[in-house]
Nanobody, 114 residues
């Protein structure tokens, strides 16, 4: 299993970024996917979840600003982040949860600062 994130960077408050996660090594379409962020202050937070059927859930702090989506034909999951705030600064990870094991990508840094 391999998960490779991309799309992070430095953005001003109020700006947007789109994170991508390329998945391989498993049957992508049958598993839900998550975006998880990590900071020294808050630890890890699950910010968005998308089920195999496309259902979505969001952390209360990002609801209405972030959108998770997936493309099963390309084995990709995305996180569109709008109206970014300094408190969104974190390392963002793509995660695949399977019975008994979680697979993580290497993470991508998102920094929101003026």
């Amino acid at each position: 299993v391999q998960l490779v994130e991309s799309g992070g960077g430095l953005v001003q408050p109020g700006g947007s970024l789109r994170l991508s996660c390329a998945a391989s090594g498993f049957t992508f379409s049958v598993y839900g996917m998550k975006w998880v962020r990590q900071t020294p202050e808050k630890g890890r937070e699950v910010v968005a979840v998308i089920g195999s059927g496309g259902s979505t859930e969001y952390h209360v702090s990002v609801k209405g600003r972030f959108t998770i989506s997936r493309d099963n034909a390309k084995n990709m999951v995305y996180l569109q982040m709008d109206s970014l705030k300094p408190e969104d600064t974190a390392i963002y990870y793509c995660r695949a949860d399977m019975p008994g094991v979680m697979y993580w990508g290497q993470g991508t840094q998102v920094t929101v600062s003026s």
